[in-house]
């Protein structure tokens, strides 16, 4: 979500003044009107020239007083009811009529719109609705809804201040009173995994207070009630306005339906919305960096290591790759055995293989470094030797947001979803992988596919799907969009040689070895494996087999993290 506080405060400054009105009394009844004492008083309230907003609300400059808008006046010391005073002429300046019951020494409340007496539960307290409000226009209540423009707003326009200790010069008050908005607006566009929402009908907002009791004391709001609100426009608009209450935590869930009859759901973290501000903002719904299969949110992309880089959320140098079919080092035909001579930079340069358990040392594929792992036989998801040494690398780089995937992980993934096997082209570079998508379809789940074929998911068994390149190929070719909606597990290969002279990746292109977090004993951990033979055929992907669980802990291969931090809280 991106969001600006494009005007940091609301408020207007009113100058008031309070006098007896000679045509209504005359000098004996003017007398007879001790200050000192308790009594309904003649009063006209003046707005200073100077006042920013009432009303009539403008985003843009001052707003103005509409002629008849009905105050409220409380008296906090000696309480008697609501009074009321009416605006006497429209425009920034205006002055209002009315009678007040005070005295010297009171303590004086005010607020727009007036609200009858009998809607408040407790003395001193307004009952106060975001959803649908009644005001006064010439004499007659006039019930709106929120709508989503502008003009509606002026309806909700709650503002409130105070008057402490007033004090008479003879039969008039002439004080500085200072009111402040009550309220927060929102002006709200929306997009969804990059598409920019136009022409919205309706608009739910859930978990957002509706209703709220105020204090005219102290300003404070009670007894909240979040139902949330109903927004819908005369016509389909594009943006919309909204007047909420202020809130510490201000978090909702946005549902938006469109004119062409489509529904969008976009949950909007918490964060403050302070009192008489005004924010314009992009509510936004990015693309999950996972799947969720069966509640299980498996990432999208590979582990990696690049110095240099700094995303929020992750430690200095690791982040997620940026494509599901990327990994460094790609090789412009995926067959071949050895891929190109590596940096000799050891440690220094961008790297997405790592040992089993490493974190410390874990991005350096230097020959010194090979027996760098950890000799922990038990599953280590989400655990860390003293000082961080080892563990589980996927939830140490990402502050515990990611976790690497355990053997049972993978074997639920198999079964949970259809397995495809095929190929991206990437800038000409064919990439070769396994996709892994969700169905409820019984003939599909669990299994793993090519053109023309297929077999049970997990399983040891090679087929002949024709060598890449060739006629008789018959993996599929996966579209950017595809991908985007499955678990695509790339055959990045791995590195297990450790010549620091001519270092090299295993098999970059034609094998999948991807680390999961369930140790064997002390120098062998289990690996999800796939391989693709230079003469077209291919030993499916499995991860169950005695094989399986014999990979040395000192090779270098692929994480796939799953996540398990917060909704719309994460980076890449």
């Known amino acids: ?156 326009d709650y503002t409130w201040g105070t008057l402490k200790n007033i004090n008479f010069d003879g039969p008039t008050l002439l004080q500085d009173i200072e009111f402040s908005k009550q309220y927060s607006i929102l002006k709200l566009d929306f997009k969804y995994e990059g598409l920019a929402l136009k022409n919205i009908k309706k608009l739910t907002i859930k978990g957002i207070t509706t209703k709220a009791t105020f204090d005219l004391k102290t300003g404070k709001f009670t007894n909240r009630v979040n139902d949330g609100l109903t927004i819908v426009p005369p016509t389909p608009v594009d943006e919309l306005y909204v007047m909420v209450f202020p809130d510490d935590n201000f978090e909702a ?157 993978f074997e639920h993934l198999m079964s949970s979803t259809v397995g495809y096997l095929g190929y991206y082209i990437d800038g000409g570079k064919p990439v070769i992988g396994v996709l892994y998508v969700p169905t409820n379809d019984r003939c599909l789940k669990g299994t793993t596919r090519w053109i023309g074929g297929s077999r049970r998911s997990n399983i040891n068994y090679t087929v002949n799907v024709g060598v890449y390149g060739t006629n008789c190929c018959r993996l599929y070719n996966f579209t950017k969009v595809q991908l985007e909606n499955g678990v695509f597990l790339p055959f990045a290969g791995s590195y297990q040689t450790y010549n620091d002279g001519c270092p090299r990746l295993d098999k970059p292109g034609s094998q999948a070895l991807y680390w999961t977090s369930t140790g064997s004993n002390w120098k062998q951990a289990t690996a999800f494996t796939a391989y693709y033979h230079s003469n077209g055929c291919l030993s499916l992907p499995v991860v169950s087999t005695h094989i399986n669980a014999t990979n040395p802990k000192s090779n270098m291969y692929s994480i796939r993290p799953i996540f398990i931090g917060e909704q719309q809280k994460y980076k890449k």
């Open 253 to 409: 869930t946005y549902i938006i339906e469109t004119a062409d009859n489509k529904t969008y759901t976009i949950h909007d973290s918490g964060f403050k919305l302070d009192v008489a501000s005004y924010y314009a903002y992009t509510v936004e719904k990015v693309i999950d960096p996972w799947i969720d299969v069966d509640g299980v949110k498996w990432g999208k992309y590979n582990l990696q290591y690049e110095p240099g880089t700094k995303v929020d959320g992750w430690r200095d140098a690791y982040h997620l790759a940026k494509n599901p079919w990327d990994f460094f080092y790609t090789e412009s035909y995926p067959l071949y055995t050895m891929g190109q001579v590596l940096p000799r930079n050891f440690g220094n340069d961008k790297f997405d293989h790592f040992r089993w358990g490493d974190i410390a040392k874990a991005p350096h594929y230097g020959h010194s470094n090979y027996l760098h792992y950890w000799t922990s036989t038990q599953d280590i998801q989400k655990q860390a030797s003293t000082r961080d040494e080892f563990g589980d690398l996927a939830y140490y780089a990402s502050n515990k947001t990611w976790r690497m995937p355990s053997k049972h992980d």
């Open 1 to 156: 979500m991106n969001f600006k506080n494009v005007y940091a405060t609301l408020l207007c400054v009113v100058a008031i003044g309070l006098t007896s009105c000679s045509s209504e009394l005359n000098n004996d009844e003017t007398n007879a009107l001790n200050p000192n004492e308790n009594a309904a008083r003649e009063v006209t309230v003046s707005a200073s020239k100077g006042a920013t907003t009432r009303s009539i609300i403008n985003l843009n400059g001052k707003a103005q007083w509409e002629k008849g808008d009905a105050i409220l006046a409380y008296n906090l010391a000696n309480p008697q009811g609501f009074d009321q005073l009416h605006a006497r002429t429209q425009g920034v300046y205006s002055k209002f009529d009315g009678s007040i019951k005070c005295k010297v020494g009171d303590d004086l409340a005010f607020f727009y719109p007036y609200q009858d007496e009998s809607k408040s539960t407790t003395p001193g307290t307004l009952e106060l609705n975001m959803q649908e409000n009644t005001i006064e226009k010439d004499g007659v209540a006039v019930t709106k809804v929120q709508d989503g423009t502008r003009e509606t707003l002026n309806h909700f």
